[in-house]
């Protein structure tokens, strides 16, 4: 669902203005439009969401309309319409991860980060939820982090927790 | 061991460079095809070899090939289907992420069999890593003059996009992979017309599975006689399997087609036999949508013949007591899973994923969850089951695209072979909650047909 409560001003800088033309310049000319998906990576990667400001200066930019970029948003899951973590954690929760483990893992998020599925942390941290099948199969239970969407795979309640304590970590000396 | 044509060196380091790749005989299609192949030649080596689409459908690739539309003055184009979504597949991934090099080399041939001049590789979202390596090896072969303008001097022009997806399990079926590819939501179009003859920006486009275009690459080097002599009928050359589920060694494996099921399941070779020692129960042979079948229909045909990895064994029986190759998927159930949760599973994963297009499709995948939960967490009743039937034989056949035969097809077999777990579910709802059906007869030898 598109947020309407929280919205986000953006102003994309001359460097993500310019990534924007090269994926532009993938397609024929009058082709533009097909640059929306990769563009809306690139903004989410950016922002860590797609607020609708966002999206309208992206529909500027591709010189189409609002709608046409909110109803592509809204059809792909990997687009994030509302604030998440700073670290959303996505669990697969289809049928051959299932068969290793996959929901003891979600549980155990549940439980240790101490919040349901789509919630935040307090810290602003983590979020977890469970997403369809990720193409790792052979190697479930997995999970993925965006923005670079690195996979953690053969998951162990002691290998999430070795995760999560890493993600503190650096995320601490960042700061 | 079997020959291996796409896998051979992978384990040799630094295989996902040019360099190495090269070393290893790698660009040879490319030096072949386009110095002293005409582009129908090489249409020609691809029907003679008999390669079948490996997405899944498992049409002949050299005739969709031929299918494609040549007006004058209009681009045609390749896609690569790389979305890859189909539960209990992954071989996409592992070939992009360590050979990226053989799916370019066969995108350069492919591309230049078709006239194509722009082409386009499309990869699910999640792969953002897998779409970081393709967009490497994409400037690496550039730079060593394999792409861009007049290709080792031939006149031949072609450039290499990687698009990324959005998270869509539609996606994956081509006309909705097209209109995704040009910015739209992923809804599947009307066919006909054809992608053959109006596809991407309306013109003519080709759409193949990564590993079929991969397969181009032995198919021009040894020609299409020498790749069909593998393989048992028209089931022709080797095929990656993507082994997941309760096996000792899953993984990624490249078999001969015609290898004997059994030896894939419990052969050292290949997955090794079934984990912690338990028994196997059920296997799902090609990708989530095929039909589930027990162990011993897996393993031998109801005439009690070995079944055999090939498209026509595995479709053995129909869908009565057979399944289908699919995109090669192949999930392995032990004693200790539940039919009954797995359904479950499948079909709220049929239901996030339906576009919304159809009705029978949107409304009927969420009313198969609804009565699997039921009868998943003990409140099911008998007439659930044959309600469950009936939706799901008024899903198959009813839609644009196979997404809705694909969420059909699980629901149908798990009740045609496993009724009973149902039913146990339904008269014992507490017990259901708190142990699993077990193997009960499905492990039992099959008794032989007689008159």
């Known amino acids: 669902m598109l947020s309407v409560k929280e919205n986000m001003i953006v102003e994309f800088s001359a460097d993500l203005l310019k990534q924007f033309s090269e994926v532009v310049s993938r397609y024929p000319e009058g082709k533009q439009k097909s640059a929306l998906l990769p563009i809306l990576h690139i903004v989410q990667a950016e922002y860590g969401w797609l607020s609708v400001d966002a999206m309208e200066k992206v529909a500027l930019f591709l010189n189409i309309q609002p709608i046409e970029v909110f109803e592509v948003a809204t059809f792909y899951t990997m687009f994030l319409l509302q604030p998440s973590g700073k670290y959303l954690l996505e669990v697969c929760r289809t049928g051959p991860c299932c068969l290793v483990g996959a929901e003891k893992i979600m549980d155990h998020l549940e439980q240790k980060l101490g919040v349901k599925e789509g919630e935040v942390t307090p810290d602003g941290l983590f979020a977890w939820r469970g997403v369809e099948c990720l193409a790792a199969c052979g190697f479930g239970p997995v999970l993925q982090i965006g923005p670079s969407y690195t996979f953690y795979e053969n998951l162990t309640v002691e290998s999430v927790d070795q995760l999560i304590s890493d993600l503190t970590n650096k995320s601490k000396n960042e700061a | ?451």
């Open chain 2, 1 to 451: 061991m079997g020959r291996k044509l796409l896998l051979e060196h992978i384990n040799v380091p630094g295989i996902n460079t040019l360099a190495v790749y090269r070393e290893k005989g790698g660009y040879r299609a490319v030096e072949k095809a386009l110095k002293s192949m005409s582009p129908e030649d090489v249409v020609e080596e691809v029907k003679k070899s008999g390669l079948r689409g490996r997405g899944g459908a498992g049409f002949p690739t050299g005739m969709k090939w031929s299918f494609l539309a040549k007006p004058e003055g209009v681009p045609r184009y390749l896609v690569c289907n790389g979305d890859e979504s189909e539960p209990g597949t992954f071989k996409d991934r592992y070939l992009m992420t360590y050979i990226p090099h053989a799916l370019i080399e066969g995108m350069i041939v492919s591309s230049y069999a078709l006239g194509a001049n722009t082409s386009y590789i499309y990869i699910r979202g999640e792969m953002m890593p897998q779409i970081r390596i393709m967009e490497k090896a994409i400037e690496e072969a550039k730079a060593a003059g394999y792409l861009g303008k007049n290709i080792l001097g031939t006149g031949y022009d072609l450039e290499i996009y990687v698009q990324p997806g959005g998270g869509a399990y539609i996606c994956g079926e081509e006309t909705a992979l097209l209109e995704s590819l040009e910015g739209k939501r992923g809804n599947p179009r009307i066919k006909p017309p054809f992608p053959a003859v109006a596809g991407l920006y309306n013109c003519p486009t080709v759409v193949n599975n990564v590993e079929s275009i991969a397969a181009t690459v032995p198919i021009v080097n040894d020609g299409g006689e020498e790749y069909a002599k593998i393989g048992i009928e028209r089931s022709t050359g080797t095929k990656l399997i993507s082994a997941s589920g309760n096996l000792v060694k899953p993984g990624v494996y490249e078999i001969e087609m015609g290898l004997p099921v059994e030896e894939f399941i419990y052969s050292d070779e290949y997955c090794g036999g079934i984990a912690n020692g338990k028994r196997l129960k059920a296997v799902v042979a090609g990708g989530s949508s095929v039909p589930i079948l027990p162990a011993n229909l897996i393993t031998h045909t109801i005439n009690g013949n070995p079944r055999l990895m090939t498209y026509e064994s595995l479709a053995d029986g129909g869908f009565v007591s057979g399944t289908a190759m699919g995109s090669g998927g192949f999930i392995a159930f032990d004693e200790d899973q539940c039919i009954v949760r797995n359904t479950y599973n499948y079909t709220r994963f049929y239901r996030h994923e339906s576009c919304g297009q159809c009705s029978p499709c949107r409304e009927g995948t969420g009313w198969m969850e609804k009565i699997l939960y039921k009868i998943e967490h003990g409140h099911g009743s008998m007439e659930d089951v044959d309600l469950l039937w009936e939706i799901q034989r008024k899903i198959e056949g009813n839609t644009i695209c196979p997404l809705g035969d694909a969420a059909a097809w699980p629901v149908a077999a798990a009740i045609r072979h496993f009724r009973d777990e149902f039913e146990w579910h339904i008269l014992h709802p507490q017990e259901a909650q708190q142990r699993n059906y077990g193997l009960a007869h499905y492990a039992d030898p099959l008794v032989p047909v007689t008159e």
